[in-house]
T-cell receptor
């Protein structure tokens, strides 16, 4: 049973456009939701994270929107650049449970010049 | 280097063989995690160490998999009687403690022929 469901599987966006990736979860005990960026041959790198006590968090061109009642959260990449082309993973965990992260299946983003 | 180091970066071996994968966490990080990432999937939790002890090994798929961290720093993931289904990228991550961001290494790509 997949704890975190991610969509779309792949995404093509023009340079300067907005990339949107969505995730949904079932376990209401989850209280930490990070997004990771992964380039080929590299490990995932933390991009941005949110706690459920806020509905939005913004860091530069990256924004997480969080909807607690719908059990959904999404990553928005504004002014997408070719260098953003990578695979993005959402994740969720219960911080008190030793940070056992559950990852989504990933979204491969391709930003065209 | 300042990051998480994993060796070897690639490992090819025959079915039935024994393999060891090594992880050097960031200096001073007490928490260490192992994940397995199959092609086109997100990382899947295997085991978590806090210090020398395995605080959560619920993700280990069966008793062929074992991990140690004898001195609370370097960790070794050991796989006995390897099977073709064990082929994946094995990722290690470390953090300064529960609730802190996890920093991933670039993984070991294991191929079982």
């Amino acid at each position: 049973q997949q704890q975190v469901k991610q969509s779309p599987q792949s995404l093509i966006v023009q340079k300067g456009g907005i990339s949107i990736i969505n995730c949904a979860y079932e376990n209401t005990a989850f209280d930490y939701f990070p997004w990771y960026q992964q380039f080929p041959g590299k490990g995932p790198a933390l991009l941005i994270a949110i706690r459920p006590d806020v509905s939005e968090k913004k860091e530069g061109r990256f924004t997480i929107s969080f909807n607690k009642s719908a059990k959904q959260f999404s990553l928005h990449i504004m002014d997408s650049q070719p260098g953003d082309s990578a695979t993005y993973f959402c994740a969720a965990t219960v911080l008190g449970n030793f940070n056992k992260f559950y990852f989504g299946s990933g979204t491969k983003l391709n930003v065209k010049p | 280097g300042a990051g998480v180091s994993q060796t070897p970066s690639n490992k090819v071996t025959e079915k039935g063989k024994y393999v060891e994968l090594r992880c050097d966490p960031i200096s001073g990080h007490t928490a260490l995690y192992w994940y397995r990432q199959s092609l086109g999937q997100g990382p899947e939790f295997l085991i978590y160490f806090q210090g020398t002890g395995a605080a959560d090994d619920s993700g280990l798929p069966n008793d062929r998999f074992f991990a140690v961290r004898p001195e609370g720093s370097v960790s070794t993931l050991k796989i006995q009687r390897t099977e073709r289904g064990d082929s994946a990228v094995y990722l290690c991550a470390s953090s300064s403690g529960p609730g802190q961001p996890q920093h991933f290494g670039d993984g070991t790509r294991l191929s079982i022929l």
